[in-house]
Each structure stands twice: as C-alpha cells, then as structure tokens.
T-cell receptor, first 108, second 124 residues
Framework: EIVLTQSPGTLSLSPGERATLSCRAS???????LAWYQQKSGQAPRLLIY???SRATGIPDKFSGGGSGADFTLTITRLEPEDIAVYYC?????????FGQGTKVEIK | EVQLVESGGGLVQPGRSLRLSCAAS????????MHWVRQAPGKGLEWVSG??????????ADSVKGRFTISRDNAKNSLYLQMNSLRVEDTALYYC?????FGSGSYPDYFGYWGQGTLVTVSS
C-alpha cells in the first residue's frame, strides 16, 4: 500500500501569499496518477487537480499541481479567505487507492 | 448539473445492519463507476467500495470486505451500500462519489463529484 504523507499539517499564511502544499508517497506513483481535493468545513471534498497537474472543470488557475514520481505539490497563489480548507492528495496508480492525511490551510 | 444525494444513515448498535442509498442525476449514471468513500469524525478520507458501470467490477477495502455489499440499479440511477455486522469503527460520514470516465469498481480513478454524505453512527 502506498502511504501518502502531506506536509505541513497546518499552513498559516496572510491573504495574497502563495501556499505550497507537499504530498510525498512511500513509493513512486504510477503514471503520476495523483489527485488533489479541497474540503471546506462542513462540505464534501471537491476535486481540484488530477493527473498531478490537470485542473478539474471550473477550477481557477490560482490552483496548480506539480511534481512526479513520489513527490507532488499543490500551489495556491494569491491566497484568499475562501481558500481556507483542508487539502487532501490521493493516488490512483496502485491498489488500494489511498489518501493523504490532509493539510489545513489557515489565513493569518 | 451533477447531483448525488445520499440517504439511509443513522444510529445503529454494533452488529446490526444498515443500507445506504445514493440517488444520482445530471449525468449518464449507467456510464460511470461509482464509489463509497467515508470520513470518520475529524479524520481523513477512506475509499470503502466501488462498482463498475455494469456491476462487472466490484471492489472493497480490506476493512469492510465480507461485511459490506455494494450494488447499483441503473434503471433507477441509484447506488447502494448494504452494511452488515457494523462496528464502532465504521462510524463515519459516507459519501457517494462519481468516478472519472476511466475508473472501474475495483480500480477507481479520481472522484470528480461527491454527494454531501450521510452519517452512520455505530454505538451501543
């Protein structure tokens, strides 16, 4: 089973700053099959990124995904209060599919 | 607009059963694999089970294998999860989720759409 470790656990930034979230896999993720989700408090997760770097339908370009192999990042530019959420990565290159434990993004 | 609406959650004693339903609309339900993903209170996400578009491919997480059964009715645009022998550790918000165009029941891809979830609480 691929274990996904997200860091940091909590990210506290000021409005307008750039947030960089990390997702590290215990082994290489096949074909870079890595997705990112945003979950706001009391809401269902929302798909942001799939295939490591492809934005899902309707996702603004302030969200971008990168990386390959076992190291992936989600970057949020121009942080806004509406970006407050927990962000999860998920790999779908190996079975069982697994999620990271999440990174909480806060606004200072 | 894609909509997934779960129902059937509630409070149940350990060892008892519960059946969850998910009503889908806004897309061609019969063309997609569908899944259940759960989230224990204050915790992360865990894929529970998935079923292919024609029920040919079915998968379960090890934690529920042998206790949970997934099914679907394409004529009713509905997904189900029969949960037997429930345990305290099954307590969670259960989400219905739509797979990508390429996923299968046993091998899901990413989850493009999610319902709002139905809460299952297992407690004596």
């Amino acid at each position: 089973e691929i274990v996904l470790t997200q860091s940091p656990g909590t990210l506290s930034l000021s409005p307008g700053e750039r947030a960089t979230l990390s997702c590290r896999a215990s082994q290489s993720v096949s074909s870079n099959y890595l997705a990112w989700y945003q979950q706001k408090s009391g809401q269902a997760p929302r798909l942001l990124i799939y295939g490591a770097s492809s934005r899902a339908t309707g996702i603004p370009d302030k969200f971008s995904g990168g990386g390959s192999g076992a190291d992936f990042t989600l970057t949020i530019t121009r942080l806004e209060p509406e970006d407050i959420a927990v962000y999860y990565c998920q790999q779908y290159g190996s079975s069982p599919r697994t999620f990271g434990q999440g990174t909480k993004v806060e606004i200072k | 607009e894609v909509q997934l609406v779960e129902s059937g959650g509630g409070l149940v004693q350990p060892g008892r059963s519960l059946r969850l339903s998910c009503a889908a609309s806004g897309f061609s339900f019969r063309d997609y694999a569908m899944h259940w993903v759960r989230q224990a209170p204050g915790k992360g996400l865990e894929w529970v089970s998935g079923i292919g578009w024609n029920s040919d491919s079915i998968g379960y997480a090890d934690s529920v294998k042998g206790r949970f059964t997934i099914s679907r009715d394409n004529a009713k645009n509905s997904l189900y999860l029969q949960m037997n022998s429930l345990r305290v550790e099954d307590t969670a918000l259960y989400y219905c989720a739509k797979d990508s165009p390429f996923g299968s029941g046993s091998y899901p891809d990413y989850f493009g759409y999610w319902g709002q979830g139905t809460l299952v609480t297992v407690s004596s």
